[in-house]
T-cell receptor, first 111, second 115 residues
Framework: AQRVTQPEKLLSVLKGAPVELKCNYS??????LFWYVQYSRQRLQLLLR??SRESIKGFTADLNKGETSFHLKKPFAQEEDSAMYYC?????????????FGTGTLLAVQP | DGGITQSPKYLFRKEGQNVTLSCEQN?????MYWYRQDPGQGLRLIYY???????QKGDIAEGYSVSREKKESFPLTVTSAQKNPTAFYLC??????????????FGQGTRLTVV
């Protein structure tokens, strides 16, 4: 079965500390994975996608097929990073935006 | 102002009534999607449409219906057959066709409460 698991509901870190938001997936084919973010009072928006191998706002995410993980990392957290983060998996290998979302992790960066 | 607009922001419905949620986009996107979000759960796909006059059921389509008569619009009707309609509903749109891994643009959402 296709599934996305985000084990942490809340992650609280101090400003300047490293951040790792965990995401594990279950998918039989070649996965296409995304991280979406929702800042306070803003709409859900794409943060990054694994195929682009990009770094957005200092965040990176590496696909580890052996561990079926796509953890989101940032070396030094900023207060403006506080938001809800969702890991998402394309149901059809990226052909559409039929996505399976994890339950989300609320990141709180303390000053 | 380009984007995807959902209305209303808050909606109250009596049990047994159908209600329609509006979703409009001016991004010239072919594909549109409806997701439902419940507390403590991720978003779940209700219906999607890759082109005008065509749509498919998602993972939790029972009790819902949609139409796609215009490229810009993808309204969702929550029928009386939906057993637990109280939820937050999100509409999204994206490029379709040969493109892959395109970004989904989301609306601000509609919070539906059954009273």
């Amino acid at each position: 079965a296709q599934r996305v698991t985000q084990p942490e509901k809340l992650l609280s870190v101090l400003k300047g500390a490293p951040v790792e938001l965990k995401c594990n997936y279950s998918y039989s084919g070649s996965p296409e994975l995304f991280w979406y973010v929702q800042y306070s009072r803003q709409r859900l928006q794409l943060l990054l996608r694994h195929i682009s191998r990009e770094s957005i706002k200092g965040f990176t995410a590496d696909l580890n097929k052996g561990e079926t993980s796509f953890h989101l990392k940032k070396p030094f957290a900023q207060e403006e990073d506080s938001a809800m983060y969702y890991c998402a998996l394309s149901q059809d290998g990226g052909a559409t935006n039929k996505l399976i979302f994890g339950t989300g992790t609320l990141l709180a960066v303390q000053p | 102002d380009g984007g995807i607009t959902q209305s209303p922001k808050y909606l109250f419905r009596k049990e047994g009534q159908n209600v329609t949620l509006s979703c409009e986009q001016n991004l010239n996107h072919d594909a549109m999607y409806w997701y439902r979000q419940d507390p403590g759960q991720g978003l779940r796909l209700i219906y999607y449409s890759q082109i005008v006059n065509d749509f498919q059921k998602g993972d939790i389509a029972e009790g819902y219906s949609v139409s796609r008569e215009k490229k810009e619009s993808f309204p969702l009707t929550v029928t009386s057959a939906q057993k637990n309609p109280t939820a937050f509903y999100l509409c999204a749109s994206s490029i379709a066709g040969l493109h892959t891994n395109t970004e989904a643009f989301f609306g601000q959402g509609t919070r539906l409460t059954v009273v």
